[in-house]
């Protein structure tokens, strides 16, 4: 399983890091994604990488804000987003699918899901 960890309520343009601690499995075999939902909104593609050959894509929204990283030995992926607005205001989930099935947007593609946690930026 996945535990997304890190939000809070913080002021447009100040930073937070998202953490997904993962259980039972390796993150280093799986693709890791981050998806969003703000409140009377579906819920949006973020950012994703694939850990083994470093491919990665960001939504345009996030570009040059948001950067992912990892910690193998606490297979664990960070999501640190910086000079935030009151639009990214939303629940972060993070997801997880395996390498092999090849790096993709599409939510329904992720097998593991955290439950989420609450992102707030005041303006």
């Known amino acids: 399983q996945l535990q997304a960890s890190g939000g809070g309520l913080v002021q447009t343009g100040g930073s937070l890091r998202l953490s997904c601690t993962a259980s039972g499995f390796t993150l280093r075999w799986y693709a890791t994604g981050w998806f969003r939902q703000a409140p009377g909104k579906e819920r949006e593609f973020v950012t994703a990488i694939n850990w083994s050959g470093g491919k990665s894509y960001y939504a345009d929204s996030v570009k040059g804000r948001f950067t992912l990283s990892r910690d193998t030995a606490k297979n664990t992926v960070y999501l640190q987003m910086s000079s935030l607005k009151p639009e990214d205001t939303a629940v972060y989930y993070c997801?997880?699918?395996?390498?092999?099935?090849?790096?993709?947007?599409?939510?329904?593609?992720?097998?593991?899901w955290g439950r989420g946690t609450q992102v707030t930026v005041s303006s």
């Open positions: 997801a997880a699918l395996p390498i092999i099935a090849g790096l993709t947007v599409k939510e329904d593609r992720y097998i593991f």
